[in-house]
């Protein structure tokens, strides 16, 4: 059975960092991708970033381009979000998921992605 735990959710105010973790459980995820989106209240769940489990290929949102690092760690299987100056329109929940995408790419439709964890708020004060 797949399992998508993220922690390191919290707040922080405008300007802080934070660092979510997804550990992900039940299969091998060399073919997938992990990303990670988001949902305001009120808003529909937009993709933030993402990466390829086998080749490293990291996808941003225009969004959070420049600010919001992706990285993963094979010997833990988990997927990291490094989030540097945050704004208070990062606040949201953050959720991880997983999608089987073949040789490399990232999608950034929720449709592509067959694995969801239970997601994380993330609130981000001014």
């Known amino acids: 059975q797949v399992q998508l735990v993220e922690s390191g959710g919290g707040l922080v105010q405008a300007g802080g960092s934070l660092r979510l973790s997804c550990a992900a459980s039940g299969r091998t995820f060399s073919y997938y991708a992990v990303a990670w989106f988001r949902q305001a209240p009120g808003k529909e769940r937009e993709f933030a970033g993402g990466i390829h489990w086998r080749t490293g290929q990291t996808s941003y949102a225009d969004s959070v381009k420049g600010r919001f690092t992706i990285s993963r760690d094979n010997t833990k299987n988990t997927v990291y979000l490094q989030m540097n100056s945050l704004k208070p329109e990062d606040t949201a929940v953050y959720y991880c998921?997983?999608?089987?995408?073949?040789?490399?790419?990232?999608?950034?439709?929720?449709?592509?992605?067959?694995?969801w964890g239970q997601g994380t708020q993330v609130t981000v004060s001014s």
């Open positions: 998921a997983a999608g089987y995408q073949g040789y490399g790419s990232v999608e950034g439709s929720p449709n592509e992605y067959d694995y």
